[in-house]
């Protein structure tokens, strides 16, 4: 069963960055890449307690803050040492400039 | 006075846990998410012409030291591709084991490995033990990495100016990994399916020093081990010297960099084999910075972080005598003053094991 939450403005996000979402006692992170596309992934790295929002996007790429683990967010893909546990990722729909994610 | 245990597999290990000092969330000074993003920002040049140099560099002296042995005149050519193998390697393997150097994933890649192996750092097991130094900096019982043990071993420090005993543990582990065994303390912050690549590497190296032992015995000279292995012993001072500064004599237990790590002003010749490393406190506070933005971000953060050391000297006029003093009370750090601009302490976290400072 779907539960899509409005989780931003189009807007809020740069290009080639993120930002965290907190629902529900949750934290996601909400991805805008080079291409205008939008992704969600969960907000904390797999590896460590480390906010993903405070990270580095590089194209497809979030590098986390903490240990430069590296995930690609469309996929949710651990990209080697020192993360070994894919991202869980959320679908994505923009309407009428609002950001919402499946939290389901 | 209860007595430090530093072992990752002993009672301080499980005391950090249950404390809550292990995985904590630590002290960072406000940086706004534009500035953060702009000093992260990638990019291979300053990288690649450090690099070009660095290698450069290092192969004119080998030739040079090569060239005029066994005169006296290659002496110091060997001092200098001792410095650039032994000294210069540290940093590189710091900063491309942390992805920070290059924009360009291989590049950090390839000089991660060429670092690890003039270090004799396995690639696999000290990318893992430095991301525990990160999570856990100088957290007794957490950290593999604390090199400065209270009370400090003054001889073992010594020694290591010359790399005697680190080369003496980096054999006997290449040893034990080639030969399969993972030791526990490894296991614990090596992951299981990490562990073959460790292996792996460390058979690599294990024949390529065979074929520098035949090539010294068929040529009936020590020059191989000049130029393999031997300038991590005698080329390893400069990281030493560079090393000691970061954390040493400083608190530990805490959980903000201020307190526990140590920014040094250098001369240029020191910050190029250290990679700005000198900048100790900006990089555990925030390690996503490359080292070539680190001087920026020391500027911006600077309000809210003690007061630098104005020299390596400097440095050592400060940790000298908290090493002297530890000797005979282990307890005591050296806790570092805040500029009136900072944000202050937090000592309730700070307060979990007996400490005494000045």
Known sequence: ?104 | MAKRDYSLTGPNASRAVETGLASAEWYHTDVSRKEMKALMKRSDGPAIRDTIIWLGATVLFAVAAIWLWPSLWSIPFFLAYGVLYGSAGDSRWHECGHGTAFKTRWMNDAVYQIASFTMMRNPVTWRWSHARHHTDTIIVGRDPEIVAMRPPDLLRLALNFFGILDVWHAVVDMVRNAAGVISAEEKTFVPEQEQPKAIRIARIWVAIYAATAAAAVYTGSILPFLIIGGPRLYGAWHHVMTGLLQHGGLAEDVTDHRLNSRTVYMNPVSRFIYWNMNYHVEHHMFPMVPYHTLPKLHEMIKHDLPAPNTSILDGYREMLPAFLRQLRYEDYFIKRELPPTAKPYRAEFHDVAPQAAE
């Open chain 1, 1 to 104: 069963m779907s539960e899509w939450v409005d989780a931003c403005a189009v807007d809020d996000v740069e290009e080639e960055d993120l930002i965290r979402f907190d629902y529900d006692g949750k934290t996601f992170a909400i991805y805008r890449s080079p291409d205008d596309d939008f992704f969600a992934t969960d907000g904390i790295c797999t590896h460590e307690h480390a906010f993903l929002a405070d990270g580095l996007v590089m194209d497809y790429i979030i590098e986390c803050p903490k240990h430069n683990g590296r995930f690609d967010y469309r996929t949710g893909e651990a990209k080697g040492a020192p993360v070994c546990v894919d991202l869980k990722t959320y679908p994505v729909k923009v309407e009428d400039g609002r950001v919402f994610i499946d939290v389901a």
